[in-house]
């Protein structure tokens, strides 16, 4: 199975902020990975697919980018509803496989 | 509006078998990849496994031999059997669909609510 590691797997930042995660697979995965947001009590929200394109309805402060083994999620000004999980996850191939989670918190 | 909705026992006894349904509002079962994920008391997400409209399965080799996902399109259903379960199986259990997005991509747009099954005598 595919391996992903997310970094970090905390952070705490301000209203406004910028904000990268990163996730990196154990093998090329192309660019079939999706990222997705969960809030307390919640299930989980995509945000981004095929890496870098944004579902409709996210707010265009949310960006992806990377190809291969390295991607990026990138949350250009950290809003008081951005805090929460956020998960990668490989669609490359089976098992599907997610990242463990970066919790964002506030400062 | 596309809605999913997991229904079960939320809790069940150890070496029996664990049965969730998820039923389907407004959404084309051939559209998707039905899948089940599950996420333990404060970890992350398992993908466990999906049917698809024709009837093809894919499980997560590490719960392979004790689960089963089946569809019933006459109920826009499809339903998890997992088998003797232990305390690791304690667990909030999401139904959600994926799909082809764009040409480019696939993604789980539509998820149930989840529902929590606990393990324990």
């Known amino acids: 199975a595919i391996q992903m590691t997310q970094s970090p797997s905390s952070l705490s930042a301000s209203v406004g902020d910028r904000v990268t995660i990163t996730c990196r697979a154990s093998?090329?995965?192309?660019?079939?990975l999706g990222w997705y947001q969960q809030k307390p009590g919640k299930a989980p929200k995509l945000l981004i697919y095929?890496?870098?394109t944004l579902q409709s309805g996210v707010p265009s402060r949310f960006s992806g980018s990377g190809s291969g083994t390295d991607f990026t999620l990138t949350i250009s000004s950290l809003q008081p509803e951005d805090f929460a999980t956020y998960y990668c996850?490989?669609?490359?191939?089976?098992?599907?496989?997610f990242g463990q989670g970066t919790k964002v918190e506030i400062k | 509006q596309v809605r999913l909705q997991e229904s079960g026992p939320g809790l069940v006894k150890p070496s029996e078998t664990l049965s969730l349904t998820c039923t389907v509002s407004?959404?084309?079962?051939?559209?998707?990849?039905w899948s089940w994920v599950r996420q333990p008391p404060e970890k992350g997400l398992e993908w466990i496994g999906y049917?698809?409209?024709?009837?093809?399965?894919n499980y997560n080799p590490s719960l392979k031999s004790r689960v089963t996902i089946s569809l019933d399109t006459s109920k826009n259903q499809f339903s998890l059997k997992l088998s003797s379960v232990t305390a690791a199986d304690t667990a909030i259990y999401y139904c959600?669909?994926?799909?082809?997005?764009?040409?480019?991509?696939?993604?789980?747009?539509?998820w149930g609510q989840g529902t929590m099954v606990t393990v324990s005598s």
């Open positions: 095929a890496a870098s």
């Open positions: 996850l490989q669609d490359y191939s089976y098992p599907l496989t």
């Open positions: 093998q090329g995965i192309r660019y079939d």
């Open positions: 049917v698809y409209y024709s009837g093809s399965t």
């Open positions: 959600a669909g994926r799909r082809r997005i764009a040409a480019n991509g696939d993604g789980f747009d539509i």
């Open positions: 407004a959404a084309s079962m051939s559209s998707y990849y």
